[in-house]
């Protein structure tokens, strides 16, 4: 009798998305169901005390379990400089949002060009009206995420106009642009 040899699996890609809060969880999940990728989306709640150890030990936790090839994001507020320098030594790909990840959420309904503070850009979300009305830091209602999918391309055009890494903008298109790759092939 012959021996058998056990198939190698196929190395896979994964995407590790550390999020500074809930609200960056919640929408990288909306997208995680909207795009249904031939790769793993973990998404891990890290908020301001980020450092390249707990990057790698949450990289060599996953990389025990799985046969997957790891690429490192990670989706924040650009409303505290301190957290920010600490992401821009990190390994992997800084999203940040300035200075909310609402002001994003606020480009899918609109155009906004001036400064503004993370408090504020949650009224203008509100008064932007219809399913923002009711909007809670940490969660997205059904209808909110229709929008958020249904306006995405607006959004990307809008973010385009504004320059990034200034008070306002976003890069968030370029996380999407990611999943959009790994879409296409």
């Not at 012959?2 to 969880?25: I, N, P």
């Not at 940040?96 to 002001?103: A, F, G």
């Not at 399913?131 to 969660?139: D, L, T, V």
Request: overall charge positive; some cysteine; hydrophobic content about 35%.
């Amino acid at each position: 009798m012959g021996r058998r040899y056990k198939k190698q699996r196929e190395l896979r890609e994964m995407f590790l998305v550390f999020c500074e809060g809930q609200t960056e969880k919640e929408y990288v999940e909306v997208l995680k169901r909207h795009y249904r990728l031939p790769i793993t989306i973990k998404t891990k709640v890290s908020g301001a005390n980020i450092n390249q150890r707990f990057v790698d030990q949450c990289v060599n936790e996953l990389s025990l379990l799985t046969n997957e090839m790891c690429r490192i994001f990670y989706v924040y507020d650009a409303d505290v400089k301190a957290v920010i320098d600490k992401l821009n030594v990190l390994t992997g790909k800084v999203i940040l949002s300035n200075p909310c990840m609402e002001l994003w959420f606020l480009l899918h309904s609109r155009d906004f060009l001036k400064r503004i503070e993370s408090n504020d850009v949650i009224k203008v979300l509100m008064q932007a009206g219809g399913c923002w009305r009711n909007y809670k830091k940490g969660c997205l209602s059904s209808d909110q995420q229709k929008v958020l999918i249904d306006s995405m391309g607006e959004a990307i055009i809008r973010s385009n106009r504004l320059k990034y890494p200034n008070n306002p903008s976003t890069n968030i298109n370029e996380f999407i642009e990611a999943l959009e790759n790994v879409k296409n092939g």
